[in-house]
């Protein structure tokens, strides 16, 4: 997601630091504000703790044909971007210039240099991403442990793994089915309109939808069709950002009780943007990541596996995702495939 | 977070209980409501602050979503004699109940009697239709609180200083809307400077009209300070203009009346009222709210189809809001 106020843009970084440090002295009581992790009061790690050997080895019979679909979207300048942040790309090519070759081979090389915010294109939410006031996942005082370039608690390299199974459910086949699918003509295949809520009812009529019945530790993403508009870029660039389908927040709460380790969408918060409740911001991140440790995958490309399943019946699959241990970072932009 | 609209939902549930509608039998059952809205017409501007009809019916659209009602939209266009007549097509469809949003009063006597003739309740907004309860704005509470915080503004900040009050906007529009906010910009601010002289600079309904009105009257005024009661944020805007152009910025502050999008943003779409612009001249706006009358207004309407009776008047709780507060009242979710 892309918030004001914790972005990772640098003139609103100052401002988080002068916002989150300065109150360093009159700190929320985060045992009040923020759920206790499951996992023990020293764990950063979040939900990726339930990645255990049996749930890898369990997922690994995902892989039936050995086919691979992507759930990323290409990362390149003219994406929908939130605002003022940038990913853009510099290529190191000095080496290629006659004479600047190395060695009696010519050896030549190329590089880039990223001038990028990390919560861009497909992305992970880690465990810093997103508090109450400086209360974090597990209780973080967090205003304790953020320095000018990172976090000193709760940075991406205390994930674990991903090697797990991956569901999808599709949201506009349900709405399709329950007849509550509104047409919207900046979607140039079905989509879900912005605003529209997603709840835990819905969910499981998805997972109905292909007989799956969630496990300890799966990955959920949902596709809500909003994806199209990305896909549409940059003409359609303001309109997804305006707003977008998502789930509500008794959705997330449902989806926590079931322990999955993330929960992923074809949007760029997951969760139904204008929310449920005027005042209150983002509660669905607030419910995955800072009180239940599940990450938050956004702008996933969601449609391809959702064709697949419905050609195959088959909305599981073995995820294939990597997360760099880019130390005290709050999130980075990720590559995703479905095996099956 | 601000706990009103917590409190609020919290006392609304609580009454729901009360009068034996609990979750269960909510949801059992949904309403039909319909919204018959004042004026759709693009461009078209509510209450003399920078709201559209379409801004008042998303919110309708949005805050049903997670309530047991089905809502049919009809829009007055600002005409009486189309507000009858979508009264009577509510009552052709048979609604539960009619949210009334006209401002003539002949045609809301008129619709009140048909509603009555068919058994339908009704909830008015803004303007009374006879015998329904009424949801709107508090006018004068909204300018007492701009003028208090114009007073206390002047009172800390130049103690001992020569100060003068400015009201600008539509002053010269006959609505009683406009003269409570006036009435209670100048109770507030008095409130603190009782001997405080008040200037009127009238836009005749043209907000960029305060940039000149307030340019001309700055180069009369040069040695007083100056306390700035805008009745609409786009006047505040041309306001705030008119005084950065004659380098009066340490001699003025706005306080303006509304909220509306003309000066507060989002998380990228900066405007005025921001956090990150807290030396602005524009110290605040009064919030009215009316982008977000869905969520008072229906569990007002589920009172009183669930038989409770409500007040006859029931007013938006507003609220002075600054670059200190505005990302509490609004969450910018807004990405563009």
């Given at each position: 997601m892309r918030i004001a106020g914790l972005a990772a843009s640098v003139g609103i970084s100052a401002l988080s630091l002068l916002v989150l440090s300065a109150p360093a002295s009159a700190q929320a009581d985060c045992k009040a504000v923020v759920q206790p992790s499951p996992f023990g009061p020293d764990d950063q790690t979040g939900a990726t703790n339930r990645v255990t050997p049996a749930v890898t080895k369990a997922a690994?019979?995902?892989?039936?044909?050995g086919v691979v679909t992507s759930m990323a979207n290409p990362l390149v300048d003219g994406i929908p971007l939130f605002g003022t942040r940038f990913s853009k790309t510099i290529l190191s090519s000095f080496a290629i210039t006659p004479g600047a070759e190395y060695g009696n081979n010519k050896l030549s090389y190329m590089e880039d240099t990223y001038l990028s915010q990390s919560h861009v294109g497909t992305h992970i939410d880690g465990m810093g991403h997103i508090g109450i006031q400086d209360c974090y996942y597990n209780q973080t005082p967090m205003g304790k442990y953020v320095t000018q370039n990172y976090l000193k608690r709760l940075g991406l390299e205390n994930i674990k793994t991903f090697a797990t199974r991956g569901v999808i459910i599709d949201a506009v086949k349900v709405f399709q089915a329950a007849g509550k699918l509104k047409a919207n003509p900046a979607c140039k295949t079905p989509c879900l309109d912005a605003g529209s809520l997603i709840t835990e009812a819905d969910l499981q009529a998805g997972l109905k939808m292909y007989n799956v019945t969630l496990r300890e530790a799966d990955a959920v993403f949902i596709n809500t069709g909003w994806g199209d508009l990305f896909k549409q870029w940059p003409a359609q660039n303001a309109t997804y950002n305006k707003g977008e389908p998502g789930i509500s927040e008794s959705a997330a709460l449902w989806l926590a009780s079931q322990k999955v380790v993330l929960v992923g969408a074809d949007t760029w918060a997951v969760e139904v943007i204008p929310g449920e409740r005027e005042d209150i911001a983002f509660p669905v991140h607030k419910t995955l990541i800072t009180d239940n440790g599940i990450h938050i995958i956004e702008n996933v490309r969601t449609d391809l596996i959702s064709d697949v399943a419905a050609k195959t019946g088959r909305a599981t699959f073995f995820l294939s995702m990597t997360v760099p241990k880019?130390?005290?970072?709050?999130g980075t932009f990720v590559n995703i495939e479905a095996i099956q | 977070m601000t706990s009103r609209p917590v409190l609020r939902r919290r006392a609304f549930l609580a009454a729901l209980l009360a009068c034996g509608v609990g979750p269960s039998r909510a949801e059992a059952r949904h309403f039909r409501i319909a919204l018959a809205n004042v004026d759709e017409t693009p461009g078209v501007t509510l209450e003399g602050l920078g709201f559209t009809g379409s801004d008042l019916r998303r919110s309708f659209e949005l805050a049903a979503r997670t309530l047991p009602v089905d809502m049919l939209y009809f829009d007055n266009a600002g005409d009486p004699g189309r507000a009858v007549a979508n009264a009577e097509a509510a009552i052709a469809a048979k609604v539960d109940l009619l949210i009334e949003y006209n401002a003539d009063a002949e045609a809301n006597a008129e619709i009140a009697r048909r509603l009555a003739a068919a058994a339908i309740p009704a909830l008015a907004l803004v303007d009374p239709l006879p015998g329904a309860p009424l949801y709107g704005p508090d006018n004068r509470v909204a300018g007492r609180i701009a003028g208090r915080a114009l007073g206390d503004f002047a009172r800390e900040t130049w103690p001992d200083e020569q100060v003068l009050g400015v009201l600008i906007g539509d002053l010269a529009e006959p609505s009683a809307a406009i003269s409570d906010r006036v009435q209670g910009i100048t109770e507030g601010v008095h409130e603190s400077l009782p001997s405080l002289k008040l200037a009127s600079l009238d836009t005749g309904g043209q907000p960029v009209r305060a940039d000149a009105l307030l340019t001309k009257f700055l180069q009369t005024q040069r040695g007083e300070r100056l306390l700035i009661a805008s009745l609409d944020d786009l006047a505040a805007v041309y306001a705030k203009n008119a005084i950065e152009m004659n380098r009066r910025q340490s001699d003025c502050i706005i306080v303006s009346q509304g909220l509306d999008p003309n000066i507060h943003g989002g998380a990228s779409e900066k405007k005025e009222i921001d956090p990150n612009n807290r030396g602005s001249v524009v110290l605040g706006s009064v919030a009215y709210y009316m982008d977000r009358y869905g969520y008072d207004v229906l569990p007002l309407a589920l009172r009183l189809l669930a038989g409770e009776k409500l007040p006859p008047r029931t007013a938006t709780q507003h609220k002075l809001v600054t670059a200190a507060n505005v990302f509490r009242e609004y969450p910018p979710f807004d990405m563009n």
């Open positions: 690994a019979a995902e892989i039936q044909t880019a130390v005290g970072t709050t | -």
